[in-house]
């Protein structure tokens, strides 16, 4: 066979077999969830997990902290049933001895794990729990977990499996983990008298309102995706996007169509150029009203007020991705996008 004819039979070989390799990881393998879970036949405190970028995760070493593990594959992913879970876990508060991980189920796909590593290791930083890659299905398979849905363990102090769950969350459930984690609310406190633009405590009355405060000027070209965003490389999108301003000004031009607007206001303090508000107004600057709310001249920062006019967020700096779900319930949006999928030009959603 000639050299050339036999590199292309070579390199079609090889890409018929990664397909292939890529259908059978890509499968469907939800199971049923059983009505009652099967027995664990190990010790949980022998589970491990390796991690090349941070400490490894060993259950035995957590005894003496409340822990809980927020386990999820590719299929409950894409099911989003654990989201009412993960939001309430990242929005609550906690005693200091409780612990949470997040583990992503990962077994068959080894053959993909530099790429996969090198991925999250953009996005563990969004995270707000330590979140690890189980690329031998140990935490799975050894809590007896059904494959396909979000699973949820939570272990006491001694080491012992105090909840174990597959599925959806419902609001008794979710009352029975919070009773065992000793989790709470975050607190409200009252806003104090201020004006942003158009808003004040009088205008705000009976609605929810978002006052964002930029630091910095902000180009609606610095935002990726969307008409006249960015469309560069993927990994300068994502340090644009990693700018405090810039992610905020994009968290708010995103929910800008998606708000009730009978029920929610909103203005941005700063300095935008070539951004086009549907809903949300503007105004240049706010001094009085960020040294109202004990905000420095420089720092960027979100500030959401209820409809009984209390303070029930307040976040400077850069709003990681776990925070959107918290910002989208207070809003009443089901999500809120972080632009990539628009960059990339495909339907992936963040949040």
């Known amino acids: 066979m000639p050299r050339a004819k036999y590199i292309l039979a070579t390199v079609g070989v090889v890409v018929l077999g990664l397909i292939g390799a890529g259908a059978w990881m890509l499968r469907d393998r939800t199971e049923e969830i059983p009505e009652t879970l099967e027995e664990i036949e ?135 983990l919070k009773q065992l984690l000793d989790a709470r609310e975050p607190v409200a406190e009252e806003a104090p008298d201020f004006v942003v633009g158009d808003l004040s405590n009088e205008a705000c009355k009976g609605k929810t309102c978002l006052l964002a405060f930029l630091s910095e000027p902000v180009k609606r070209s610095d935002i990726p995706g969307g008409p006249g965003g960015f469309r560069g490389d993927r990994e300068e999108g994502f340090k644009l996007f990693s700018k405090p301003n810039v992610r905020l000004a994009g968290l708010m031009e995103r929910t800008d169509s998606k708000v009730n607007r009978d029920a929610i206001e909103g203005v941005i303090a700063g300095d935008l150029t070539g951004f086009n508000f549907k809903h949300w107004s503007t105004t240049p600057a706010a001094d009085e009203a960020r040294a109202a709310f004990k905000l ?30 918290t910002i989208a319930d207070l809003i009443g949006v089901e999500e809120i996008e972080d632009g990539s999928a628009e960059h990339r030009g495909d339907a992936k959603k963040a949040g």
């Open 42 to 176: 190990i010790d949980p405190m022998s589970i491990r997990i390796p991690d090349e970028e941070q400490p490894e995760l060993a259950l035995a070493e957590l005894k003496g902290s409340r822990v809980f593990l927020m386990l999820e594959d590719k299929d409950s992913w894409q099911s989003e049933e654990g989201r009412p879970r993960n939001r309430a876990l990242n929005r609550w508060h906690y005693p200091d001895d409780v612990r949470g991980y997040f583990v992503t189920d990962l077994k068959g796909f080894e053959l993909l794990k530099g790429r996969i590593n090198k991925i999250m290791g953009a996005f563990r930083p969004e995270m707000r729990f330590p979140s690890y890659l189980d690329f031998k299905g140990v935490m799975f398979e050894g809590f007896k977990m059904p494959r396909g849905h979000s699973g949820l363990i939570v272990l006491n102090k001694d080491g012992e499996v105090a909840l174990r769950h597959s599925g959806p969350l419902d609001e008794a459930k979710l009352a029975e």
């Open 296 to 325: 420095k001249p420089d720092d960027t920062a979100l500030v959401i007020i209820n409809k009984d006019g209390d303070v029930v967020l307040r976040e400077t700096g850069v709003l990681r991705f776990f925070q959107f779900g």
